[in-house]
């Protein structure tokens, strides 16, 4: 069964320090991998894409990381800020363009506190 | 910030009514989508257009219905409404190429009483 699966479900941490999201996933046959970011009462925006081939992608101050051999993926997050406050949302597609479909996990719910 | 909007951003309505949920990109993207999200749960995806007159139904089984006559408008409609379609309901649109990003609206958040 095709599935993604995030940790921690949720993370607070203090301004300024930085943490790392996981995400698990068993979507096969695997095309790409993205990391968005969801403010609250608000539609998720894309941070990241990667590829099979692609082992890391960054985005300013967010650095994501794919390990397709164990089919698992992070998030780093640095010198995190209050506007990292949201959800983060892991989403893997099996295949490319029109034949393709996306698995969402559940998001993982990360506050900064000043 | 995505050129797609969504109207309305809250909706409280008694159960049996119809409402209609607009959605609009002017990015003249092909592929439009709608899903549906509970609290602190996963995205679902309920219905998608490749284009113009062309609507499929999505994973997640629903009473919604859907159209697409413009490119840049995919209303979604409930005919009659009941608490269980509760939730937040998301509509995005993607270019179509292999590594699309989909471009989220804010949401709608229906409350049916």
């Known amino acids: 069964k095709n599935q993604v699966e995030q940790s921690p479900q949720s993370l607070i941490i203090l301004e300024g320090k930085n943490c790392t999201l996981q995400c698990n996933y068993t979507v096969s046959p695997f095309s790409n991998l993205r990391w968005y970011k969801q403010d609250t009462g608000r539609g998720p925006v894309s941070l990241t894409i990667?590829?099979?081939?692609?082992n890391t992608k960054s985005n300013g101050r967010y650095t994501a990381t794919l390990d397709a051999d164990t089919k698992q993926s992070s998030l780093h997050i640095t010198a995190s800020q209050l506007s990292d406050s949201a959800s983060y949302i892991c989403v893997v597609s099996d295949r490319g363009s029109t034949l393709g479909r996306l698995y969402f996990g559940r998001g993982t719910q990360l506050t900064v506190w000043p | 910030e995505a050129d797609i909007y969504q109207t309305p951003r809250y909706l409280v309505i008694g159960t049996g009514k119809k409402i209609t949920l607009e959605c609009s990109q002017t990015?003249?993207?092909?592929?439009m989508y709608w899903y549906q999200q509970d609290p602190g749960m996963e995205l679902h995806l309920i219905h998608y257009?490749?284009?113009?007159?062309?609507?499929e139904k999505g994973d997640l089984s629903s009473e919604s219905t859907v159209s697409r006559i413009r490119t840049e408008h995919f209303p979604l409609t409930l005919e009659s409404a009941r608490p269980s379609h509760t939730s937040q309901y998301l509509c995005a649109s993607s270019e179509g190429t292999e590594l699309e990003t989909q471009y989220f609206g804010p949401g709608t958040r229906l409350l049916v009483l």
């Open positions: 990015m003249g993207h092909d592929k």
């Open positions: 257009s490749y284009g113009v007159n062309s609507t």
């Open positions: 990667m590829t099979f081939s692609e």
